[in-house]
């Protein structure tokens, strides 16, 4: 966000603003936790591509498999 910005925001935004920042910058700075959330999150593995071919990539997400179900085009 830009200081112009910021500089027009009431001053309880202003605050808001910079509570943000601290929050998002201890976030950066602290790698363990953030090597933890992503090791959480559930994404699920990719779906396109041949099996084996995702699966030499790792991409196969918690699962082990990924079911597409087929289209059905009218």
């Known amino acids: 966000m830009t200081v112009r910005l910021r500089l027009r925001m009431t001053k309880p935004h202003q605050i808001e ?6 929050q998002q910058s201890a976030w950066i700075q602290n790698e363990a936790q953030r090597w933890r959330e992503a ?4 994404l699920g593995g990719r779906v396109s591509g041949p099996e084996d071919w995702r699966a030499a990539r790792d991409e196969m997400g918690q ?4 079911i597409v179900p087929s289209y059905r085009g009218e």
């Open 17 to 22: 603003a910079e509570d943000r920042d601290k």
């Open 63 to 66: 699962e082990q498999r990924v």
């Open 39 to 42: 090791e959480d999150a559930d």
